[in-house]
């Protein structure tokens, strides 16, 4: 309604003056482009009023030759471009309405009409902060196949497997997923990592479209090779890399996973996160959990970004503690190994009061890079008894904070590391068989046993 009187205004002319004709069709071209406007109109009826506002203009600007107010001897209207400067807006396909994934039944189907099993409980932020378990690649087989590390997570008290699905440079094989989501007992929340690099030569099918996704139009402009030939970081302004998280997170629901991280999101949003289509593409994941009757939670490695508004897209934000040989980690808001002095780059120590404020939620843990001097490479160098009393120590001072520490339970180790290892050298458990032997102390911190450290 309000856009309507705008332009019946505008088309009576506003009295003799071309700067107020302007002025008001600037006023309805906003009107009738804001996103909120697209939400009560369909584009049928947006073009019908936006041709209206342009017969309008047409007619101020006649109604200004015609008077000569404000134009040159050649009839040209003199100032429009100062007046009227372009207006660059990037606008993203609003998301469907739940009601568009319902199917004539009350029961839901999976997004290539599979059954599917009753939704899980809602997942508990609290648990996953005290019981919260690295699982890496856990559910998409990456690690040998006789570790028993399944078995090692059935038996341990982890309530959430952090990362247990991965996707760094090799699309997510739901075919793994379900054999190995047939082995795990009742009561795991399971997490979807969307990573930070792609491999331009994967070859992966879009079941619902029947046609094989593009990777290299997923690619962040300049990202070529980033993490070895053949790969990139993807973009999420690429329509091409939307689809590909929309296709990979909604198959992740279909089998009941509940929590999501974007990795390194700094590389893969917009360079200006006014432009980033992020909130588009989480409010898009939440309807469709919605559809089918569950919850979500939605995180990302943030590491420095302070924007209040960009953190509050997230339910959480996630990175590593930066610890020392010694077993203690830093207060400043970023890691001394790369930071001196403001202005340098800024490993950022999530739990900090400059990032948790403005965030929902926390969760660290030991970081891993698959290079020397990460925070597992130090943790597994360590002896038993330092590595144990600092990892008891770590869990209760950040409980003791709100922060969630999350155990670790497989991890990537780098293989030259030299210290205690899981069933290989490149890979890190505390199952009793290896020679690592964290099993038992990590099952008593999930337990709860012991009195929480408020100081380090």
């Known amino acids: 309604m ?38 009560i109109l369909p584009v049928s009826g947006r073009v019908t009023l936006f041709a209206v506002s342009a017969v309008a203009v047409t007619f101020a600007v006649f109604s200004l030759v015609r008077t000569g107010t404000g134009t040159d001897d050649a009839g040209s209207v003199e100032g429009i471009e100062r007046t009227l400067p372009e207006i660059e807006m990037t606008v993203y396909p609003e998301p469907p309405r739940p009601e568009a994934f319902a199917a004539e039944s009350a029961k839901p189907t999976g997004l290539l009409g599979e059954a599917l099993d009753p939704p899980p409980e809602p997942p508990s932020m609290e648990l996953m902060k005290r019981k919260g378990c690295i699982a890496d690649g856990l559910l998409t087989g990456d690690s040998p196949e006789d570790s028993g590390t399944i078995g090692l997570l059935n038996d341990s008290g982890c309530y959430y497997l952090h990362r247990s699905i991965e996707s760094w440079l090799r699309p997510p094989d739901f075919d793994e997923i379900d054999r190995n989501l047939k082995k795990l007992r009742d009561g795991f929340v399971t997490g979807m990592f ?9 070859e992966y099918r879009n079941e619902t479209e029947n046609r094989d ?42 089998r009941g996973v509940q929590v999501f991280m974007f990795g390194q999101v700094y590389l893969q949003d917009a360079n200006d996160l006014s432009e980033s289509p992020m909130r588009e593409v ?32 997230f339910d959480f934000i996630e990175g590593g503690v930066g610890v020392s040989p010694e077993g203690t980690v830093e207060d400043g808001p970023c890691f001394s190994r790369w930071w001196k002095k403001e ?36 943790l597994t160098q360590m002896d038993a008894k330092t ?10 001072y950040f409980i003791a904070k709100g ?27 505390p199952d009793d068989r290896f020679s690592c032997d964290d099993e038992r102390t990590w099952n ?13």
């Open 2 to 39: 309000t856009c309507g009187l705008i332009t019946s205004v505008w088309f009576a002319g506003v009295g003799r003056s071309g700067i107020a004709r302007v002025f008001f069709f600037r006023i309805a071209f906003v009107c009738y482009t804001d996103i909120p406007m697209k939400r």
């Open 194 to 202: 969307i990573a930070e690099a792609i491999s331009v030569k994967s």
């Open 213 to 254: 996704f593009d990777f290299r139009a997923m690619c962040r402009p300049g990202s070529a090779n980033a993490w070895g030939e053949h790969t990139c970081k993807p973009y999420l302004p690429s329509p091409e890399y939307r689809e590909y998280v929309r296709y990979i997170t909604r198959r992740a629901m279909d």
């Open 282 to 313: 989480i409010l898009e994941m939440r309807e469709y959990a919605s559809y089918l009757g569950m919850e979500i939670f939605v995180g990302a490695q943030t590491n420095d970004i302070e924007d209040p508004k960009y953190l509050a897209l």
């Open 343 to 378: 202005g340098d780059w800024c490993w950022a120590l999530l739990w900090h009061e400059r990032f948790a404020k403005k965030a929902d939620n926390v969760l660290v843990h030991y970081d891993w890079s698959g290079v020397v001097g990460d925070d597992m490479s130090i």
């Open 387 to 396: 590595r144990q009393k600092t990892t008891k120590r770590l869990h209760s």
């Open 403 to 429: 922060v969630g520490f999350l155990l670790p339970f497989l991890t990537p180790l780098p293989e030259e590391n030299g210290g205690c290892e899981g069933p290989a050298k490149r890979y890190y458990t």
């Open 444 to 456: 008593g911190i999930l337990s709860g046993s012991g009195n929480p450290a408020t100081t380090f």
